[in-house]
DNA sequence: CCATTCTCTGAACGGTGTTCAGAGAAAACA
DNA sequence: TGTTTTCTCTGAACACCGTTCAGAGAATGG
Protein backbone atom coordinates (compact mmCIF):
# COMPACT_ATOMS: atom_id res chain seq x y z
CA UNK A 1 0.00 0.00 0.00
CA UNK A 2 2.01 2.99 -1.15
CA UNK A 3 -0.69 5.48 -0.69
CA UNK A 4 0.97 6.83 2.65
CA UNK A 5 4.03 7.33 0.80
CA UNK A 6 2.50 9.19 -2.21
CA UNK A 7 0.55 10.98 0.16
CA UNK A 8 3.20 12.37 2.19
CA UNK A 9 5.25 13.09 -0.99
CA UNK A 10 2.64 15.06 -2.74
CA UNK A 11 2.20 17.00 0.58
CA UNK A 12 5.76 17.65 0.43
CA UNK A 13 5.55 18.79 -2.96
CA UNK A 14 2.74 21.37 -2.21
CA UNK A 15 4.54 22.93 0.82
CA UNK A 16 7.54 23.37 -1.61
CA UNK A 17 5.41 24.46 -4.41
CA UNK A 18 3.78 27.51 -2.06
CA UNK A 19 7.25 28.27 -0.59
CA UNK A 20 9.10 28.37 -4.05
CA UNK A 21 6.13 30.91 -5.18
CA UNK A 22 5.66 32.67 -2.09
CA UNK A 23 9.88 33.23 -2.52
CA UNK A 24 9.24 34.63 -6.04
CA UNK A 25 6.74 36.78 -5.06
CA UNK A 26 8.56 38.06 -2.09
CA UNK A 27 11.72 38.92 -4.02
CA UNK A 28 10.04 40.82 -6.73
CA UNK A 29 7.19 42.36 -4.82
CA UNK A 30 8.57 43.11 -1.12
CA UNK A 31 7.14 41.39 2.11
CA UNK A 32 5.04 43.95 2.33
CA UNK A 33 2.78 43.63 -0.82
CA UNK A 34 2.48 39.73 -0.73
CA UNK A 35 -1.29 38.82 0.15
CA UNK A 36 -2.13 35.16 0.92
CA UNK A 37 -4.42 35.66 -1.22
CA UNK A 38 -1.74 36.66 -4.20
CA UNK A 39 0.02 33.67 -2.89
CA UNK A 40 -2.67 31.54 -3.40
CA UNK A 41 -3.30 32.72 -7.28
CA UNK A 42 0.59 31.87 -8.02
CA UNK A 43 0.20 28.42 -7.00
CA UNK A 44 -3.49 28.38 -8.29
CA UNK A 45 -5.47 27.16 -4.70
CA UNK A 46 -8.16 29.39 -3.00
CA UNK A 47 -6.66 31.07 -0.30
CA UNK A 48 -7.62 28.42 2.60
CA UNK A 49 -5.95 25.86 0.76
CA UNK A 50 -2.54 27.06 2.03
CA UNK A 51 -3.34 26.78 5.66
CA UNK A 52 -3.69 22.96 5.35
CA UNK A 53 0.04 23.12 4.22
CA UNK A 54 1.21 26.09 6.50
CA UNK A 55 -0.32 27.18 10.12
CA UNK A 56 -0.39 31.16 9.35
CA UNK A 57 1.81 33.31 7.28
CA UNK A 58 4.90 33.64 9.95
CA UNK A 59 5.02 29.94 9.02
CA UNK A 60 6.16 30.44 5.42
CA UNK A 61 8.40 33.43 6.56
CA UNK A 62 10.20 31.02 8.44
CA UNK A 63 10.31 27.67 6.47
CA UNK A 64 11.50 30.33 3.79
CA UNK A 65 14.44 31.45 6.50
CA UNK A 66 15.43 28.41 6.63
CA UNK A 67 15.89 28.37 2.78
CA UNK A 68 18.26 31.64 2.82
CA UNK A 69 20.58 30.08 5.52
CA UNK A 70 21.46 27.28 3.49
CA UNK A 71 22.45 29.53 0.64
CA UNK A 72 23.82 32.32 3.06
CA UNK A 73 26.27 29.20 4.60
CA UNK A 74 27.34 27.38 1.41
CA UNK A 75 28.70 31.56 0.58
CA UNK A 76 29.86 32.12 3.98
CA UNK A 77 32.24 28.54 3.50
CA UNK A 78 35.21 30.42 2.16
CA UNK A 79 35.36 30.68 5.94
CA UNK A 80 36.52 27.22 6.30
CA UNK A 81 39.53 25.37 5.37
CA UNK A 82 43.28 25.23 6.77
CA UNK A 83 45.04 28.22 4.97
CA UNK A 84 46.06 31.04 7.33
CA UNK A 85 42.48 31.77 9.59
CA UNK A 86 43.52 35.57 9.42
CA UNK A 87 42.93 35.93 6.03
CA UNK A 88 39.77 33.63 5.69
CA UNK A 89 38.19 35.71 7.94
CA UNK A 90 38.35 38.90 6.35
CA UNK A 91 37.38 36.54 2.88
CA UNK A 92 34.80 35.41 5.13
CA UNK A 93 33.79 39.24 6.01
CA UNK A 94 34.17 39.94 2.13
CA UNK A 95 31.67 37.02 1.35
CA UNK A 96 29.25 38.14 3.78
CA UNK A 97 29.10 41.48 2.31
CA UNK A 98 28.61 40.64 -1.08
CA UNK A 99 25.52 38.19 -0.10
CA UNK A 100 23.91 41.00 1.30
CA UNK A 101 24.19 43.07 -1.16
CA UNK A 102 23.36 40.48 -3.63
CA UNK A 103 20.73 38.90 -1.61
CA UNK A 104 19.13 42.16 0.05
CA UNK A 105 15.69 40.26 0.51
CA UNK A 106 17.41 37.02 1.69
CA UNK A 107 18.98 38.86 4.31
CA UNK A 108 16.28 40.53 5.32
CA UNK A 109 14.42 37.39 5.91
CA UNK A 110 17.50 35.85 8.14
CA UNK A 111 18.66 38.94 10.39
CA UNK A 112 16.50 41.83 9.88
CA UNK A 113 12.59 41.01 9.67
CA UNK A 114 10.18 40.68 12.93
CA UNK A 115 8.32 37.86 11.76
CA UNK A 116 11.22 35.24 11.85
CA UNK A 117 12.22 36.55 15.36
CA UNK A 118 9.04 35.80 16.72
CA UNK A 119 9.26 32.16 15.87
CA UNK A 120 12.60 32.21 17.08
CA UNK A 121 11.30 33.70 20.47
CA UNK A 122 8.92 31.41 20.36
CA UNK A 123 11.23 27.91 19.78
CA UNK A 124 13.54 29.50 22.12
CA UNK A 125 16.44 28.36 20.24
CA UNK A 126 18.11 29.40 16.39
CA UNK A 127 20.04 26.21 15.38
CA UNK A 128 20.55 28.21 11.54
CA UNK A 129 21.48 31.17 12.42
CA UNK A 130 24.12 29.86 15.25
CA UNK A 131 25.99 27.09 13.04
CA UNK A 132 27.16 30.45 10.94
CA UNK A 133 28.18 32.02 13.88
CA UNK A 134 29.85 28.97 15.14
CA UNK A 135 31.17 28.91 11.61
CA UNK A 136 32.79 32.44 12.40
CA UNK A 137 33.78 31.39 16.10
CA UNK A 138 36.06 28.37 14.74
CA UNK A 139 37.44 31.08 12.39
CA UNK A 140 38.12 33.42 15.60
CA UNK A 141 39.74 30.05 17.81
CA UNK A 142 41.75 29.68 15.04
CA UNK A 143 43.03 33.19 14.86
CA UNK A 144 44.10 32.76 19.03
CA UNK A 145 44.86 29.35 18.39
CA UNK A 146 47.69 30.50 15.61
CA UNK A 147 48.73 33.50 17.56
CA UNK A 148 47.30 36.28 15.17
CA UNK A 149 44.27 37.28 18.05
CA UNK A 150 46.10 37.55 21.90
CA UNK A 151 45.45 34.05 23.70
CA UNK A 152 43.10 35.81 26.03
CA UNK A 153 41.39 36.97 23.89
CA UNK A 154 37.61 35.63 24.14
CA UNK A 155 36.63 33.95 21.27
CA UNK A 156 32.24 34.44 21.36
CA UNK A 157 33.05 38.83 22.31
CA UNK A 158 35.18 38.66 19.35
CA UNK A 159 33.00 36.91 16.64
CA UNK A 160 30.20 38.95 18.11
CA UNK A 161 32.46 42.34 17.08
CA UNK A 162 32.60 40.66 13.64
CA UNK A 163 29.70 39.96 12.98
CA UNK A 164 28.16 42.99 14.54
CA UNK A 165 30.78 45.18 12.17
CA UNK A 166 29.38 43.36 9.14
CA UNK A 167 25.64 43.30 9.76
CA UNK A 168 25.91 47.05 10.62
CA UNK A 169 27.17 47.98 7.17
CA UNK A 170 24.99 45.70 5.45
CA UNK A 171 21.85 46.82 7.40
CA UNK A 172 22.04 50.11 7.46
CA UNK A 173 22.48 49.86 3.03
CA UNK A 174 19.69 47.82 2.93
CA UNK A 175 17.47 49.45 4.97
CA UNK A 176 18.43 52.94 3.17
CA UNK A 177 20.20 54.56 6.05
CA UNK A 178 23.10 55.42 3.55
CA UNK A 179 20.77 58.01 0.64
CA UNK A 180 24.89 59.92 0.39
CA UNK A 181 25.95 56.78 -1.12
CA UNK A 182 24.84 56.53 -4.86
CA UNK A 183 24.00 52.64 -5.30
CA UNK A 184 26.26 51.42 -7.69
CA UNK A 185 29.20 52.80 -4.88
CA UNK A 186 27.52 51.16 -1.70
CA UNK A 187 29.12 47.89 -2.13
CA UNK A 188 32.75 49.67 -2.83
CA UNK A 189 31.84 51.87 0.13
CA UNK A 190 30.79 49.07 2.85
CA UNK A 191 34.04 47.38 1.22
CA UNK A 192 36.17 50.08 2.21
CA UNK A 193 34.76 50.39 5.60
CA UNK A 194 34.95 47.29 6.69
CA UNK A 195 38.62 47.10 4.96
CA UNK A 196 39.53 50.04 7.22
CA UNK A 197 37.91 47.40 10.46
CA UNK A 198 40.52 44.47 9.60
CA UNK A 199 43.33 47.08 9.02
CA UNK A 200 43.13 48.15 11.92
CA UNK A 201 42.75 44.66 13.29
CA UNK A 202 45.55 43.32 11.48
CA UNK B 1 -8.19 89.44 13.99
CA UNK B 2 -6.53 86.44 16.25
CA UNK B 3 -8.31 84.03 14.92
CA UNK B 4 -6.10 82.86 12.26
CA UNK B 5 -2.84 82.52 14.73
CA UNK B 6 -5.54 80.32 17.24
CA UNK B 7 -6.08 78.48 14.55
CA UNK B 8 -2.58 77.78 13.76
CA UNK B 9 -1.79 77.13 17.40
CA UNK B 10 -4.59 74.31 17.99
CA UNK B 11 -3.63 73.14 14.82
CA UNK B 12 -0.59 72.56 15.95
CA UNK B 13 -2.18 71.18 19.14
CA UNK B 14 -3.93 68.66 17.54
CA UNK B 15 -1.00 67.43 15.56
CA UNK B 16 1.15 67.07 19.00
CA UNK B 17 -1.79 65.19 20.41
CA UNK B 18 -1.96 62.83 17.91
CA UNK B 19 1.62 62.17 18.10
CA UNK B 20 2.11 61.82 21.49
CA UNK B 21 -0.53 59.27 21.63
CA UNK B 22 0.82 57.37 18.31
CA UNK B 23 3.86 57.38 20.59
CA UNK B 24 2.83 55.94 23.37
CA UNK B 25 0.71 52.98 21.52
CA UNK B 26 3.55 52.45 19.29
CA UNK B 27 6.12 51.96 22.39
CA UNK B 28 3.76 50.15 24.30
CA UNK B 29 1.94 48.03 21.73
CA UNK B 30 4.28 47.63 19.18
CA UNK B 31 4.29 49.42 15.73
CA UNK B 32 2.48 46.34 13.69
CA UNK B 33 -0.12 46.63 16.12
CA UNK B 34 -1.20 50.11 16.24
CA UNK B 35 -3.81 50.76 14.10
CA UNK B 36 -5.30 54.22 12.99
CA UNK B 37 -8.21 53.47 14.40
CA UNK B 38 -6.74 52.78 17.86
CA UNK B 39 -4.90 56.29 18.09
CA UNK B 40 -8.00 57.65 16.76
CA UNK B 41 -10.19 56.18 19.52
CA UNK B 42 -6.81 57.10 22.42
CA UNK B 43 -7.38 60.75 20.89
CA UNK B 44 -11.05 60.68 21.37
CA UNK B 45 -11.57 61.25 17.80
CA UNK B 46 -13.07 59.70 14.85
CA UNK B 47 -10.90 58.01 12.32
CA UNK B 48 -10.72 60.57 9.43
CA UNK B 49 -10.17 63.25 11.68
CA UNK B 50 -6.70 62.00 11.43
CA UNK B 51 -6.31 62.56 8.07
CA UNK B 52 -7.06 66.23 7.99
CA UNK B 53 -3.64 66.39 9.95
CA UNK B 54 -1.25 63.64 8.50
CA UNK B 55 -1.90 62.75 4.89
CA UNK B 56 -1.04 58.87 5.74
CA UNK B 57 0.40 56.67 8.29
CA UNK B 58 3.50 56.67 6.91
CA UNK B 59 3.86 60.76 7.67
CA UNK B 60 3.26 59.84 11.44
CA UNK B 61 5.95 57.44 11.24
CA UNK B 62 8.25 59.92 9.83
CA UNK B 63 7.04 63.17 12.17
CA UNK B 64 7.95 60.23 15.63
CA UNK B 65 11.08 59.50 13.67
CA UNK B 66 12.25 63.04 14.04
CA UNK B 67 11.12 63.29 17.44
CA UNK B 68 13.39 60.61 18.26
CA UNK B 69 16.28 62.03 16.84
CA UNK B 70 16.22 65.09 18.36
CA UNK B 71 16.30 62.44 22.03
CA UNK B 72 18.93 60.59 20.18
CA UNK B 73 21.04 63.81 18.98
CA UNK B 74 21.16 65.13 22.56
CA UNK B 75 22.62 61.14 24.45
CA UNK B 76 25.12 61.34 21.14
CA UNK B 77 26.30 65.27 22.31
CA UNK B 78 28.43 63.61 25.14
CA UNK B 79 30.93 63.05 21.85
CA UNK B 80 31.08 66.87 20.85
CA UNK B 81 33.17 68.73 23.59
CA UNK B 82 37.37 69.71 23.66
CA UNK B 83 38.42 66.84 25.64
CA UNK B 84 40.79 63.81 23.75
CA UNK B 85 38.89 63.36 20.31
CA UNK B 86 39.52 59.36 20.52
CA UNK B 87 38.45 59.39 24.08
CA UNK B 88 34.98 60.72 23.38
CA UNK B 89 34.83 58.97 20.23
CA UNK B 90 34.83 55.53 22.52
CA UNK B 91 32.35 57.22 24.61
CA UNK B 92 29.88 58.37 22.19
CA UNK B 93 29.47 54.39 20.87
CA UNK B 94 29.00 53.67 24.46
CA UNK B 95 26.38 56.21 24.42
CA UNK B 96 25.16 54.90 21.02
CA UNK B 97 24.72 51.39 22.39
CA UNK B 98 22.85 52.45 26.09
CA UNK B 99 20.56 54.59 24.04
CA UNK B 100 19.35 51.95 21.88
CA UNK B 101 19.26 49.20 24.29
CA UNK B 102 17.36 51.92 26.54
CA UNK B 103 15.26 53.11 23.91
CA UNK B 104 14.67 50.25 21.15
CA UNK B 105 11.26 51.56 20.12
CA UNK B 106 12.90 55.11 19.45
CA UNK B 107 16.03 53.35 17.51
CA UNK B 108 13.47 51.17 15.25
CA UNK B 109 12.74 53.82 13.95
CA UNK B 110 15.64 55.98 13.10
CA UNK B 111 17.61 52.75 11.65
CA UNK B 112 15.72 49.78 11.30
CA UNK B 113 11.75 50.25 10.02
CA UNK B 114 11.45 50.41 6.22
CA UNK B 115 8.15 53.02 6.93
CA UNK B 116 10.89 56.29 7.30
CA UNK B 117 12.85 55.31 4.75
CA UNK B 118 10.50 55.18 1.98
CA UNK B 119 9.69 59.29 2.96
CA UNK B 120 13.66 59.53 3.06
CA UNK B 121 14.11 58.21 -0.18
CA UNK B 122 11.62 60.16 -1.78
CA UNK B 123 13.09 63.56 0.17
CA UNK B 124 16.10 61.70 -1.43
CA UNK B 125 17.66 63.19 1.97
CA UNK B 126 18.07 63.03 5.17
CA UNK B 127 19.04 65.88 7.19
CA UNK B 128 18.30 63.99 10.82
CA UNK B 129 20.55 61.23 9.98
CA UNK B 130 23.31 63.44 8.56
CA UNK B 131 23.72 65.48 11.53
CA UNK B 132 24.00 62.53 13.84
CA UNK B 133 26.32 61.21 11.27
CA UNK B 134 28.08 64.48 11.35
CA UNK B 135 28.67 64.51 14.46
CA UNK B 136 30.57 61.47 14.60
CA UNK B 137 32.46 62.55 11.07
CA UNK B 138 33.65 65.58 13.15
CA UNK B 139 34.92 63.93 15.74
CA UNK B 140 36.64 61.14 14.00
CA UNK B 141 38.44 64.06 11.90
CA UNK B 142 39.55 65.19 15.38
CA UNK B 143 41.51 62.23 15.84
CA UNK B 144 42.74 62.63 12.62
CA UNK B 145 44.26 65.57 13.34
CA UNK B 146 45.58 64.97 16.61
CA UNK B 147 47.69 62.15 15.15
CA UNK B 148 45.19 59.63 17.12
CA UNK B 149 44.63 58.04 13.07
CA UNK B 150 46.91 57.87 10.51
CA UNK B 151 47.18 61.28 8.42
CA UNK B 152 45.93 58.93 5.20
CA UNK B 153 42.79 58.00 6.76
CA UNK B 154 39.67 58.35 4.71
CA UNK B 155 37.00 60.18 7.74
CA UNK B 156 33.85 58.87 6.34
CA UNK B 157 35.02 55.98 5.82
CA UNK B 158 36.38 55.41 8.93
CA UNK B 159 33.19 57.02 10.37
CA UNK B 160 30.81 54.88 8.59
CA UNK B 161 32.85 51.77 10.21
CA UNK B 162 32.64 53.15 13.20
CA UNK B 163 28.61 53.67 13.66
CA UNK B 164 28.24 50.09 10.71
CA UNK B 165 30.10 48.48 13.89
CA UNK B 166 27.86 49.81 16.92
CA UNK B 167 24.78 49.90 14.77
CA UNK B 168 25.37 46.02 13.71
CA UNK B 169 25.27 45.13 17.41
CA UNK B 170 22.44 46.85 18.50
CA UNK B 171 20.35 45.82 15.81
CA UNK B 172 20.89 42.14 15.77
CA UNK B 173 20.23 42.33 19.53
CA UNK B 174 16.71 44.40 19.00
CA UNK B 175 15.55 42.25 16.11
CA UNK B 176 16.29 39.05 18.37
CA UNK B 177 19.23 37.35 16.62
CA UNK B 178 21.32 36.71 20.14
CA UNK B 179 18.91 34.11 21.38
CA UNK B 180 22.00 32.63 23.28
CA UNK B 181 22.31 35.50 24.65
CA UNK B 182 20.06 36.62 28.33
CA UNK B 183 18.15 39.47 27.99
CA UNK B 184 19.77 40.97 31.19
CA UNK B 185 23.30 40.53 29.95
CA UNK B 186 22.79 42.02 26.71
CA UNK B 187 24.08 45.27 27.71
CA UNK B 188 26.93 43.94 28.69
CA UNK B 189 28.04 41.73 26.18
CA UNK B 190 27.46 44.41 23.33
CA UNK B 191 29.47 46.69 25.35
CA UNK B 192 32.26 44.22 25.44
CA UNK B 193 32.30 43.48 21.59
CA UNK B 194 32.43 47.42 21.28
CA UNK B 195 35.53 47.49 23.82
CA UNK B 196 37.02 44.69 21.84
CA UNK B 197 36.57 46.62 18.93
CA UNK B 198 38.20 50.05 19.77
CA UNK B 199 40.82 48.40 22.19
CA UNK B 200 42.23 46.75 18.31
CA UNK B 201 41.90 50.65 17.18
CA UNK B 202 43.35 52.47 19.81
C1' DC C 1 -29.49 87.18 10.41
C1' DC C 2 -27.46 85.10 6.56
C1' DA C 3 -23.45 83.28 3.93
C1' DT C 4 -19.25 81.38 4.19
C1' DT C 5 -15.66 78.77 6.02
C1' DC C 6 -13.98 75.29 8.77
C1' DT C 7 -13.91 70.84 11.56
C1' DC C 8 -15.40 66.54 12.16
C1' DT C 9 -18.01 62.30 11.50
C1' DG C 10 -18.92 57.70 10.13
C1' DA C 11 -20.29 54.87 6.47
C1' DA C 12 -18.19 52.90 2.57
C1' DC C 13 -14.37 50.81 -0.47
C1' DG C 14 -11.21 47.51 -1.36
C1' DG C 15 -8.04 45.30 0.83
C1' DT C 16 -5.87 41.98 4.81
C1' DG C 17 -5.06 37.11 7.65
C1' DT C 18 -7.61 33.37 9.04
C1' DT C 19 -11.57 29.91 9.87
C1' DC C 20 -14.74 26.39 8.76
C1' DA C 21 -19.10 24.05 6.99
C1' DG C 22 -19.80 21.53 3.31
C1' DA C 23 -18.84 19.63 -1.56
C1' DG C 24 -16.63 16.14 -3.97
C1' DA C 25 -13.02 12.92 -4.98
C1' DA C 26 -10.20 9.06 -3.54
C1' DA C 27 -9.32 5.07 -0.75
C1' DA C 28 -10.63 1.26 2.08
C1' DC C 29 -13.65 -2.14 3.06
C1' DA C 30 -17.65 -5.46 2.21
C1' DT D 1 -19.32 -4.24 -7.07
C1' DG D 2 -21.48 -0.88 -3.82
C1' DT D 3 -20.94 1.40 0.52
C1' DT D 4 -18.56 3.79 3.95
C1' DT D 5 -14.84 6.27 5.48
C1' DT D 6 -11.07 9.42 4.81
C1' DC D 7 -9.00 13.11 2.68
C1' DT D 8 -8.53 17.57 -0.07
C1' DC D 9 -10.20 21.68 -1.34
C1' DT D 10 -13.32 25.58 -1.79
C1' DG D 11 -15.16 30.03 -0.98
C1' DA D 12 -18.10 32.61 1.88
C1' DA D 13 -17.73 34.76 6.24
C1' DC D 14 -15.42 37.25 10.24
C1' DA D 15 -13.04 40.86 12.17
C1' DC D 16 -9.85 43.67 11.15
C1' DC D 17 -6.89 47.24 8.19
C1' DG D 18 -5.69 52.22 5.72
C1' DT D 19 -8.01 55.63 3.42
C1' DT D 20 -11.76 58.61 1.25
C1' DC D 21 -15.53 61.69 1.12
C1' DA D 22 -20.46 63.43 1.23
C1' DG D 23 -22.69 65.72 4.43
C1' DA D 24 -23.79 67.47 9.36
C1' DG D 25 -22.98 71.16 12.36
C1' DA D 26 -20.47 74.72 14.52
C1' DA D 27 -17.70 78.98 14.29
C1' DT D 28 -16.62 83.08 11.77
C1' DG D 29 -17.30 87.16 8.78
C1' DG D 30 -20.23 90.44 6.76
Redesign the interface.
Known amino acids: MGTTERRERERKEMRDLILEKAMELFLSEGY?NVSMRKIAEAIEYSPGTIYLYFSDRDEIIFALHLMAFQKFYKALSVMAGDGDPWERLVKGGGAYIRFAIANPGLYELM????SP?KT??AK???EE??NSFGLLSDTVQECVDSGKFPAE??VP??A??F???????V??AI??????IPKSQIRG??E???N??VA??G
Do not use: Q
Open positions: EFIMNAIKDKWGLTDTALYWGMCHGLSLRNRLPMVLSAFFGKM
